[in-house]
């Protein structure tokens, strides 16, 4: 249960920073911007995106977390709980382990004729949104990095 909960703080407080890096991209958007504004958008845009993929992919870390530990611990914990609760009679039949994974993220509930049903269908979304997310948070960091640089060398090119 502690982990659970310090999954989902810790999801909470990179929403929170995601929120208000979006905020500073619409602050950038407004008259009276600071200057440069391009730079200063991708800068904000790339944490933006990186808050969001941490947020999105910690809530999933957590909850395989959260599974793995409740499997095995204490009465009628085995199988998984996971692939167990809100499951029907005939979708756990059969039940013999369980795989997980944290990257991609998945809890995977394995029958004795080797099917597989996924214990969570969130894991999903989740999986495309942190694959998503991350990388264009590296481009948008690239790009506020070469922004930077050939800023950089305009002036000095006037200068000289």
Not at 112 to 123: F, K, L
């Amino acid at each position: 249960m502690t982990v659970l909960l310090v999954g989902l703080a810790l999801s909470l407080v990179c929403a929170v920073g995601a929120l208000a890096a979006a905020a500073g991209v619409v602050a950038v958007a407004l008259p009276g911007r600071p200057e440069p504004w391009a730079v200063h958008l991708l800068r904000r845009a790339a944490a933006t995106a990186a808050l969001a993929a941490a947020a999105v992919y910690s809530l999933g870390f957590f909850g395989v977390v959260a599974s793995e530990q409740a499997f095995g611990d204490g009465a009628d914990s085995i199988p998984a709980p996971a692939c167990r609760d809100g499951f029907d009679d005939e979708t756990t039949h059969g039940l013999s382990h369980h795989r997980s994974s944290y990257l991609p993220l998945r809890f995977d509930c394995v029958r004795d004729d080797g099917s597989v049903y996924s214990s969570d269908p969130d894991y999903v979304w989740m999986n495309r949104a942190s694959a998503s997310l991350a990388p264009a948070a590296v481009l948008l960091a690239v790009g506020a990095a070469h922004a930077t640089t050939s800023r950089a060398r305009k002036t000095a090119k006037a200068w000289s």
